[in-house]
């Protein structure tokens, strides 16, 4: 019997792809089977400047809605000295932010990409307001399918654009509060609102209701999003974060605010 010198034996070794590899691979497998009109791309829809008001006013909104209801209603301790004192200073900063968010937004609608500027929200032309009815049906589960668009769909720029109203009148009606003490420059620049919005508690109250209408879009725009994710599967959630949603060519070919301009520049 011949002895076999282990330290001389060369084993051999099957080199094992890396995990990268292996999905680049199985990635590569999968397309290969789908037809390149339904396979998935990345767009940038949102830009930077969209998504970081997105999220400021979010913030602002927030702190505006919890100190403006204690200041309207003190729930902690009775009302006055240091604390109330604290609450107003806040409340007048996220309001500070709040309109410089809505100065970027606004003219950012003139300056930003065909998903940021004002024509996607106006309707333009009949196949936009046509748009908003059938993205509506398919709302109340009366359509099928949901007209093809890569940035928002009629329906809800048109409710943006309303929301961007109500921020105008929670703006000038709370600078009009401020006015009322007469705290300059508020009470020159903002001093007259009360005599066209029936007076001090005309303003108090409207300023209070468009606080709860404010707050009940959004409870709808997180449930209307999380439904849209859900249903198209184009990373519609995760693009207000990354600006980038995942649409197949197809739908950038179809859709409204698609066609070859837009799909010169896919990833």
């Known amino acids: 019997m011949t002895a076999i010198d282990a330290s001389t034996t060369q084993p051999t070794i099957t080199p094992v792809p890396a995990p990268a590899l292996q999905q680049a691979e199985a990635g590569r497998i999968i397309d290969s089977f789908v037809p390149a009109a339904s396979q998935r791309v990345r767009i940038y829809t949102w830009e930077v400047p969209v998504r970081v008001t997105h999220w ?43 309109l410089a968010a809505g100065i970027v937004r606004t003219y950012w609608l003139f300056a930003g990409n065909r998903f940021a500027r004002w024509t996607a929200f106006i309707p333009t032309n009949r196949n936009q307001a046509r748009e908003a009815v059938r993205q509506l049906g398919w709302y109340l589960f009366m359509r099928p399918d949901a007209p093809k668009v890569l940035g928002h769909n009629q329906l809800a720029a048109g409710t943006y654009f309303v929301v961007f109203f109500l921020f105008l009148i929670q703006t000038l009606t709370g600078f009009a509060l401020v006015a009322v003490h007469g705290i300059q420059p508020w009470a020159t620049l903002f001093g007259w609102v009360p005599d066209v919005l029936f007076g001090v508690q005309g303003v108090r109250l409207i ?47 179809e859709a409204r605010d698609g066609g070859m301009a837009v799909e010169e520049h896919i990833e």
């Open 56 to 98: 400021v006013v979010v913030a602002a909104i927030i702190v505006l809605s919890v100190t403006g209801g204690y200041i309207a209603d003190p729930f902690l301790i009775p009302p006055g000295g240091s604390v109330m004192m604290a609450v107003r200073f806040l409340h007048m900063l996220a309001a500070f932010v709040f």
């Open 207 to 253: 300023h209070h209701l468009v606080m709860w209408a404010i707050l009940a879009f959004l409870v709808h725009h997180v449930y209307s999003a999380l439904l849209v994710d859900h249903v198209e599967r184009n990373g519609l959630m995760s693009s207000i974060f990354t600006g980038y949603k995942f649409v197949t060519r197809q739908e950038v070919i």
